[in-house]
């Protein structure tokens, strides 16, 4: 190592040259469009603000924003471990296509997603034709936003859980077998708890994910206030009527909660690496 | 008896990787199972845990059938080569877990951990995570986690492998001291030879899926039944003598055979296994009584190796005579053994290379006689006494191990044919003492092959009768079938003879040729008999190919000859088949060796037509070898 060092110039070059250019650049394409956000929020005044954060369609549609991303974190949490477990466990024909398939929501059009729930559930759609007369419609309801949301974060947990699956050794769990686990203890006591990290930042990934939805969600929803309306809808909607300052509150509500999110997950994953 | 294991079979994609291993561990033995890799040893431990299923077999634990039981129900600890210590646990978490399960009240828990990390020194890091830890650490805490439900045997799978030398040692003393402290039951995987004779109370060596032999540290070392194992532990000499009234010759040197060496006819190989540091060297002839002198030899090589130093003769006396180890050199005419000199003698005693120096033995070890391994299949009629005789005819020249096999259809059967082949074994009793009798329940070709594979057979025997005043009408499907498929020679007899003195091999020109002579010398030397070997040329034969027959042929009889058989070559012209048996009466061959081609995916079809009309015309035994392109 000594010998690295001292090969190493001692002069650290400055780079202000670089980083000026980088900040250039990062201004206009990321850093002003955000920072616009809170100085439009903050030009209406705090009283302003709150007016149009407390708005009986913009407290509906942030709850149920946060409803939405909740229940899709919960349920995709538990699908794409049971996924990931599946498919990292067990050696079956046709195992690599299905590997293919949980991971196709990511690169699929959030639009196509959209479409194709409708196109299945809708009214005119594969199993809506049957289903819409009994009275069982998804679509334009909460029930096709969560749908939706599901379809396309699905592959978010799976991705954080699967490589912590796939890095564990099959002793592992042969271990807990030998020493009189069964497999459910097994996958309770043993698997899961190393699954944490993968767990939490799946969950938070597709969370944050979930909150931003827009493309797939205003197919299937049909953007109905106090219905289906999420966050990300409301902000549309608004903007589209020329309330830019209703949009604009709720957007940077929207705004500051992923940035929340993303430092916790941030923090968390620098901790993890370190233990 | 703590673990017994009976005819443990387990396939992977139809490659047997453990095959019938039968084994009989004692209460509180530390029992090492060595063998390289891909022997089946991981294999047999992982099926007496539970964790991989057998296909055949059965396990006993204390007493209890456990051999369909889930790993949890059987209660057994099990250490990996890996660690495998759950990482998000502390030590002692790791440590309780088998007793977590278990619902044990929770300071009883921590008593029993404390307790065990005291035993594997590492009393005070019960609060620290597996990350903390260093690799010999982790594994005293999955020996600690293994032990602490007090299971009803320990297994470990090559616990030490993944340790560097100095922690494996350390390691190792732990391990033996906390066995004997706790007298509970262990087996041991490795591949490591020093830890097997290091911690063994016996050791179980094997080989390709097969348990080879089972003895204490010692007794392998020194007077092991099998070349196997000769070979495969320590180093060795292993030589090839024939049997002389009470001595085994070797050359110009003669040994006194020992009164308890199995018995064999005279003339029979005998093969002999002295251990290099159990040889003494000196410049002046042996005095010592004691002593068996192996004649002089020259230093061709010699090695300083700090404690010891190892030495190469070649032994002047000992020309011809076949070694089985050390390999024989590319190239090298006279045998050569291999010396190690220990302590003041390795000091004192240095010699020069070329230097001719006389070589004693302190002592030796006459190994089993190893043969030709014959698979007998006897049905119930004249045929089936026809493979019985031939068979055993065969097994007794070339004093090998054989087995009668008889296919039953239907389970129901399968008491009675057991019944009958006991007969059958009786009556051959007098001349093969060892042999075997095993009954299979299914198509007969398919069994019969199945059995040669699993049993590592060397021969196959069958017997064709010539049906009353009919005569021969041609090889039964079972026959032909197991011509087809076999991968081992087949023997079908036809019509008895009663010595094995005569062989023809009916050779091919070039490469494939040399199969059936190298098998067929090989059982002329087993069963001391001389050998003709023949060549039939026919109108279709070319002068190209006559020229490399006549190679062959040449090449044919220099083989024989390093093999010590005594045979001679012929070339005919004519028809292959009349041509053939013309000399086998001219020869009064007792058997006839050819070789059976099998054209790339395609079944040896022309010449299980040519074998089925030898078999029928020649009215003698008749070998048929497959060659491998």
Redesign the interface.
């Known amino acids: 190592m000594t010998m690295t060092t001292a090969l190493k110039p001692s002069r650290v070059p400055r780079g202000l040259f670089p980083v000026g250019i980088l900040l250039a650049v990062m201004l206009p394409l990321i850093l002003m469009p955000l920072a616009s956000i809170y100085v439009f929020a903050a030009r209406s005044g705090l009283e302003g603000f709150i007016n149009a954060i407390t708005s009986p369609e913009a407290q509906f549609a942030l709850r149920f924003s946060l409803l939405i991303a909740l229940l899709t974190a919960i349920i995709n949490g538990g699908l794409g471990t049971y996924t990931a477990y599946v498919l990292s466990k067990y050696r079956f024909p046709g195992r690599d296509a299905l590997n293919v398939i949980v991971n196709l929501p990511v690169a699929i059009p959030t639009v196509v997603v959209g479409t194709s729930l409708l196109l299945l559930w809708g009214p005119i759609g594969i199993l809506g034709q049957f289903l819409v007369p009994l009275g069982i419609s998804p679509m334009f309801a909460p029930a096709g936003v969560l749908l939706a949301h599901l379809f396309v974060t699905f592959p978010y947990m799976l991705g954080a859980v699967k490589p912590v699956l796939d890095e564990l050794e099959v002793t592992y769990e042969e271990a807990a077998y030998t020493i009189g686990a069964s497999q459910l203890e097994a996958f309770r006591f043993v698997i899961l708890p190393a699954l944490r990290g993968g767990l939490f930042s799946g969950a938070l990934l597709t969370f944050a994910h979930s909150l931003g939805e827009f493309g797939a969600t205003i197919l299937v929803s049909g953007n109905l206030p106090f219905r289906t309306q999420t966050a990300p809808l409301y902000i549309f909607a608004q903007f589209e009527a020329g309330n830019i300052e209703a949009a604009n509150a709720v957007a940077a509500v929207l705004a500051t909660l992923s940035f929340v999110l993303f430092f916790a997950l941030m923090q968390f994953n620098k901790k993890s690496a370190r233990a | 008896m703590s673990i017994r294991l009976t005819d443990l079979t387990k396939r992977y994609n139809e490659q047997l990787v453990v095959n019938r291993v039968s084994l009989e561990i004692r209460d509180g033995e530390l029992f090492v199972l060595l063998g390289g890799s891909g022997s089946g040893k991981s294999t047999v431990l992982r099926m007496i ?3 991989t299923t057998p296909d055949a077999g059965k396990i006993e634990l204390n007493g209890r059938d456990v051999t369909y039981l ?3 129900a ?5 250490v ?1 080569q ?1 660690y ?6 502390t030590v002692l978490e790791n440590v309780e ?2 007793l ?3 619902k044990t009240k929770s300071n009883e828990r921590r008593r029993r951990a404390e307790e065990l990390l005291d035993l594997v020194g590492l009393a005070g890091l019960g609060a620290r995570y597996p ?1 903390q830890l260093s690799g010999g650490q982790q594994q005293r805490v ?1 020996l600690a ?2 032990l602490a ?1 007090q299971p009803a045997v320990l297994l470990l799978d090559e616990p030490f492998g993944a340790l560097d030398v100095k922690i494996r040692a350390q390691l190792r003393v732990s391990l033996k001291e906390i066995q004997r402290q706790l007298q509970v039951t262990t087996i041991l995987v490795t591949h490591d030879q020093e830890e097997a004779f290091e911690l063994a109370d016996r050791i179980g060596v094997m080989d390709t899926g097969r348990l080879i032999e089972v003895g204490a540290p010692e007794t392998l070392y020194y007077q092991p039944d099998t070349e196997f194992t000769a070979t495969f532990i320590g180093g060795g000499n292993v030589l090839v003598g024939r049997k002389e009234d009470k001595w085994i010759r070797l050359g110009s040197v003669a040994l006194p055979l020992p009164p308890e060496a199995a018995h064999t006819d005279n003339g029979a190989p005998i093969r002999i296994l002295f251990r290099p540091e159990r040889t003494i060297l000196q410049s002046e002839p042996f005095q010592d009584r004691a002593i068996q002198v192996l004649g002089q030899g020259e230093v061709i090589e010699q090695i300083f190796a700090g404690a010891v130093q190892r030495i190469v003769l070649e032994m002047e006396g000992l020309r011809g005579v076949r070694a089985v180890a050390p390999r024989a050199v590319y190239g090298q005419s006279v045998t050569r053994i291999e010396v190690i000199q220990t302590g003041a003698r390795a000091a004192e005693n240095i010699f020069t290379l070329g230097q001719k120096v006389w070589v004693g033995l302190r002592d030796f070890h006459v190994l089993d006689p190893a043969g030709l391994k014959v698979l007998i299949c006897v049905s119930q009629d004249a045929s089936g006494q026809l493979a019985a005789e031939m068979g055993s005819l065969l097994a007794h020249a070339t004093h090998g191990p054989a087995t009668l096999l008889h296919v039953a259809a239907r389970p129901e059967l399968a008491a009675q044919a057991r019944d009958y082949l006991e007969t059958v074994r009786r009556a051959f009793a007098a001349q093969l003492p060892g042999l075997d009798v095993r009954v299979r329940v299914g198509t007969s070709a398919a069994q019969i092959l199945l059995e040669a594979q699993e049993g590592h057979y060397e021969v196959i025997a069958l017997g064709q009768s010539a049906s009353g005043d009919t005569g021969f009408r041609g090889l039964g499907s079972t026959a032909r079938q197991v011509l087809e498929q076999a991968e081992v020679p087949v023997l079908l007899t036809q019509t008895k003879r009663v010595s094995l003195k005569q062989i023809l091999i009916c050779t091919r020109g070039g490469e494939p040729g040399k199969t059936d002579v190298a098998f067929g010398g090989r059982v002329a030397r087993r069963a001391d008999a001389a050998a003709t070997v023949l060549f039939v040329q026919t109108e279709q034969t070319t002068p190209e190919e006559q020229k490399r027959a006549a190679r062959h042929l040449l090449q044919a009889e220099a083989a024989l000859a390093v093999q010590g058989v005594r045979g001679k070559i012929k070339i005919l012209d004519g028809g292959i088949i009349e041509n053939i048996i013309r000399q086998a009466d001219a020869d009064d061959a007792d058997l006839i060796v050819i070789g059976a081609q099998a054209p790339r995916g395609r079944p040896r079809l022309r010449w299980q037509n040519f074998a089925t009309q030898l078999v029928g015309a020649a009215a003698r035994p008749v070998l048929v070898v497959p060659m491998n392109e």
């Open positions: 845990a539970g964790l889930s790993p949890q059987r209660g057994v600890g099990f990996f890996n495998s210590i759950f990482r998000h646990m877990f088998g977590r399960i278990r990350s999955a986690r293994a439900y």
